[in-house]
Nanobody
Framework: VQLQASGGGLVQPGGSLRLSCAHS????????TDWYRQAPGKQRELVAV???????NYADSVKGRFTISRDNAKNTAYLQMNSLKPEDTAVYYC?????????WGQGTQVTVSS
């Protein structure tokens, strides 16, 4: 099983990034995908969830700015991040979750700074 997160980088405040999480080795259609983030010195925070059926949920801190989606044909989940703020700076991780399994990607760094 492999989850490959990508798309992070350095962006100015107000900018946008799209993160991708490519899944392999699992039946992607049967898994929910979660995006977490962890800033230095802080606990890991759940940012967004998309279920296998396509239902979504977001942390209050990102509602209206972030959009989670999935492409079952590509076995890939996405996190579109708009209107980025310095407080969004963190390592972002994706996770594939079923009722009895959970797998993690390696993380991708997002830095929001002028």
């Amino acid at each position: 099983v492999q989850l490959q997160a990508s798309g992070g980088g350095l962006v100015q405040p107000g900018g946008s990034l799209r993160l991708s999480c490519a899944h392999s080795g699992i039946n992607f259609n049967s898994y929910h995908t979660d995006w977490y983030r962890q800033a230095p010195g802080k606990q890991r925070e759940l940012v967004a969830v998309i279920t296998s059926a396509g239902h979504t949920n977001y942390a209050d801190s990102v509602k209206g700015r972030f959009t989670i989606s999935r492409d079952n044909a590509k076995n890939t989940a996405y996190l579109q991040m708009n209107s980025l703020k310095p407080e969004d700076t963190a390592v972002y991780y994706c996770s594939a979750r079923s009722f009895n399994n959970a797998y993690w990607g390696q993380g991708t760094q997002v830095t929001v700074s002028s």
